[in-house]
């Protein structure tokens, strides 16, 4: 197992992006894709996101993890993105 110390050696990032995301279950999202999930002990109906990132690249996120590190863009602040 890791410890705090094995990390000290790694810089520290602030990563920002802008993705597409909706609510959806795990299930839903394996279903809506078509991708597969080695553990079949997963819960289909957990709760998460589909995010689609600006590369296309789809992927599902638990949702506490998403709405800790992810803010909605509300409709007046979108003029500010460009090309989006």
Request: charged share 25%; glycine share 4%; hydrophobic share 25%.
């Amino acid at each position: 197992m890791k410890t705090k110390n094995s990390y000290k050696d790694m810089s520290l990032y602030l990563k920002s992006q802008l993705v597409r995301a909706t609510p959806c279950s795990k299930g839903k999202f394996l279903s809506i894709t078509g991708k597969t999930h080695i553990n079949t002990n997963i819960d289909l109906e957990e709760n998460g996101y589909h995010v689609i990132y600006s590369d296309g690249y789809e992927s599902w996120c638990p949702k506490k993890s998403f709405e800790k590190t992810s803010r909605i863009i509300k409709s007046n602040d979108k003029e500010l993105i460009f090309n989006w």
